[in-house]
C-alpha cells in the first residue's frame, strides 16, 4: 500500500484538480458560525463534475433518484455509526491509489473501483457498499472540497440526524464536516443525485464548467 501523500496525488492529478495558489476559507464570523452547525449549508445550485455525468452516462442506475424522495435526515444508530466507520477504514485498505492517467490514459475518469482508483472512486464505492447495507441515497452525498492544502479532493458525506459525516480516502477516522479541516465546495442534492448544490457561500449558483476545482 502505498503512503497517504500518494492517495492525495491520486485525486489532484485526475477528477478534481485545483491550483496550487489556492486559500483555505478565509477567515469571517459568518463560516465561523457555519462550522459550529454540525450541519453543512447549501447556497445555489452548481454544476455537475463533468466526471460525475460521464460516470451517469456509463451507470445510470448509479445516478437514479429514490422512487420515494425523503427530505427527513436518517438517524444512525450506534451500529450504523460503526457500520460507515467499517466500511470507510474497508475501502481505504482494500483500495490501492492510483490517477485516472495512471489506469485509464486520461485525465478524468469516475468509476467504482475494484483494485485501484483515486479520491472519488473511493467515495463512489463506499456509497454502494452502505447502500447495499440499507442506507437511502438522500444520506449518502458525492461532496468536491479543497484539502488542507488548498487542493481538490472528494469526499462523500453521510447526511444524518446526527450531522453530516465524512468518509475519506486520506483519514480512516469518520469525522464531522467541520472536524475535517477542508473547504467545502460543493456535493449531490439529498433529493435527487444528479443534481449538485453549491457549499460556498462566495459561489451560489456556481456553474464550474470541469470536475475540478479552478485556482482561484
Known sequence: MRTQGILAAACIAGALMAGAGAQADPANPHRERERASPFLHVYGVAQPPYGFVQFCERMSRECRPSAVMDEQRFTASPERMREIDAINRKVNRDIE????MEIYGVAEYWTIPTMRGDCEDYALLKRKLLMARGWPA?????TVVRDEKGEGHAVL???TVQGDFILDNKNNDVKLWSQTGYQYVMRQSYLDPRIWMSLDPTDGGSTLPIAGVRPR
Open 97 to 100: 491509489p492510483a490517477t485516472d
Open 138 to 142: 438522500s444520506a449518502l452525498l458525492m
Open 157 to 159: 458525506t453521510v447526511r
